[in-house]
């Protein structure tokens, strides 16, 4: 232990409905909208659902937990908490998990930035009635097309993220999330409410909860499953790890990482039925495939947008708060991942003030690619996307490493439900599961026809994830010991490692 | 809307509505005891 006393006063989340809020919006974002309804149509409706349930109950809620035991225990951010964890000569873990996350920051911007304008259009009445297919997909390439406008957007996005994680923890984002992450739940049972009130809304029902049992069957469809799982609760990203900082003492582990999944998940339901349900319902079974076929940006911002001018309401109440609810889920989460970036700087010694303007800063020109440049961000998207699965291998080796009973004792301590000898076996099996995993993407990326995953410049290719990845842990392990030096000190640290914490930071 | 697809959303989707407010319920409830304890010993 050391003998440098934590900081004397720290902030910390008001109440526990405030900080499963916070954590909600953290994994509420554009995904549970606009990808996990296409995925649903996709892959056999309740089947697929059955298979991501089963995929939270194993594979999200330990490592959230686990997570959530770092974050609390090291009162540090991802760097620190696996310098404390692991060991001072894994620190790079903690910066692999965050580089990642950051790198996710930087686009995700930018597609907060898209929602932010389609709300603005849709508000201005731009889905008229009538309007076609063939007019949004102009509307949608004029804008993607304008540089000037994604930019602007995106800085939008950025600078009022910046603004509210700037003011901190009591007057930023927990005084934010605690309003806006209900309000979005209110939005989206309206949504869907409405979808379900559609003449035709019960085929979109169908496609969405009855199961396909055959598909039950089929290996992909439980890949699809835990894949969706993992970009969606937000596991292994270290958001919920960094929120954690600011637990009270003896909060409970075990019943808000399954509420946050659960939370999560009711939010994916409530969009697939309000997306699934008034594609069916406005544009019947052949528009449906084809909508969902379409990709995400194809989906939401093409064929929805349409098909709002074609519902009653639709113009001027339903487009406008369907494209605000879009905005808000990619907000909360952007939140969550600008804070994950201060904490981190925080905990290298820059005060608060002036880390929360520079993060600010660098997220917008580092954004600036991927706002001009579907490619480059289709190509981020994949890297970082997958590169989550690497960070969750990571938590489950931190715990490994800390010792899970002796983890699993001192959650059982603080916990509202006992954590069983399944938790430290699902964290035991997790390397076998993320080896399934991962080495069902290889071996698509490797057979998939006209892949060229030997070459690092192709958008989606093997080789242009493998580079960047190998890039960053290479600089991350040259900079290893400065990190575990720079990095302050919290309660779990070893004397004789890291900075001493000034107060107040 | 057929009985199937009735069965199926009630059991996938009012399900989850059923577990999401129970365990809000029970967070929030556990909450209120920790606080009148001062199990927390730490104020937000």
Redesign the interface.
Do not use: W, Y
């Given at each position: 232990m050391s003998d440098v006393k934590p900081a004397a006063k720290r902030?910390?989340?008001?109440?526990?409905?405030?900080f499963?809020a916070a954590a909600i919006g953290m994994a509420v974002g554009t995904g549970n909208i606009w990808r996990f309804p296409r995925d649903v149509h996709a892959w056999g409706g309740?089947a697929f659902?059955?298979a991501v349930v089963v995929a939270n109950l194993v594979w999200a809620i330990p490592i959230l937990m686990a997570e959530s035991y770092m974050g609390s225990k090291a009162r540090l951010g991802t760097v620190g908490a696996f310098r404390d964890f692991v060991g001072r000569r894994f620190t790079w873990m903690g910066g692999f998990m965050a580089v990642v996350t950051i790198a996710i920051m930087f686009y995700y911007s930018v597609v907060c930035g898209w929602a932010i304008r389609y709300f603005v259009y849709a508000v201005t009445g731009r889905f008229e009635q009538g309007i076609t297919v063939d007019e949004t997909t102009g509307i949608w390439e004029g804008f993607i097309d304008n540089g000037a406008q994604t930019v602007l957007f995106h800085a939008i996005a950025i600078g009022l993220v910046g603004f509210i994680v700037y003011r901190g923890l009591?007057r930023g984002f927990?005084a934010v999330l605690k309003i806006v992450v209900p309000a979005l739940f209110v939005m989206l049972t309206i949504l869907a409410i409405r979808a379900l009130t559609l003449d035709g809304a019960?085929e979109g029902?169908?496609y969405?909860?009855?199961?396909e049992w055959d598909l039950l069957g089929n290996a992909e469809l439980w890949l699809q499953a835990f894949a969706q799982m993992a970009f969606s609760t937000g596991a292994g990203w270290g958001l919920y790890l960094t929120y954690c900082v600011y637990m009270?003492?003896?909060?409970?582990f075990a019943?808000?990482a399954?509420?946050i999944v659960?939370?999560n998940?009711?939010a994916s339901?409530l969009a697939g039925?309000a997306v699934i349900c008034t594609v069916f319902a406005v544009g019947g079974v052949a528009l449906a495939d084809e909508a969902t076929g379409a990709g995400n940006e194809g989906l939401t911002f093409i064929y929805l947008a349409a098909l709002f001018g074609d519902m009653p309401g639709g113009t001027y109440f339903f487009a406008p708060l369907f494209f605000l609810v879009l905005a808000l889920a990619g907000v909360s989460s952007l939140i969550a991942m600008v804070e994950l970036a201060a904490r981190n700087v925080v905990d290298l010694g820059m005060r608060r003030e002036r880390a929360v303007p520079l993060i600010a800063l660098v997220a917008f020109l580092v954004g600036i690619p991927a706002a001009l440049n579907l490619d480059y961000l289709s190509n981020q998207d994949n890297v970082w996307g997958i590169g989550l699965l690497i960070s969750m291998l990571f938590v489950a080796i931190a715990m490994m490493k800390y010792g899970l009973e002796e983890v699993r004792r001192e959650m059982n301590a603080d916990s509202?439900f006992g954590v069983g000898a399944w938790w430290t076996l699902l964290i035991r099996i997790f390397p076998v599961m993320f080896a399934i995993l991962f080495g069902w993407f290889l071996y698509q990326s490797v057979t998939e026809p006209g892949n060229a995953w030997w070459d690092p410049f192709d958008t989606f290719s093997l080789a242009a994830m493998v580079v960047q990845w190998v890039v960053v842990a290479a600089i991350l392990l040259v900079l290893n010991n400065a990190l575990a030096r720079r990095v302050s000190h919290g309660p779990l640290t070893a004397s004789g490692v890291g900075r001493e914490r000034q107060i107040g930071r | 809307m057929d009985a199937e697809t009735w069965v199926w959303t009630l059991i996938l989707f009012g399900g989850t509505i059923v577990v999401v407010a129970f365990l809000m319920f029970w967070a929030i409830k556990k909450d209120r005891e920790k606080v009148r304890q001062g199990t927390h010993d730490e104020e937000g």
């Open positions: 902030e910390v989340f008001g109440s526990r409905f405030a499963i309740g659902l059955l009591k927990e019960a029902l169908r969405l909860f009855v199961p009270r003492r003896r909060e409970d019943l808000n399954t509420a659960a939370g998940h009711l339901l039925i509202d | -």
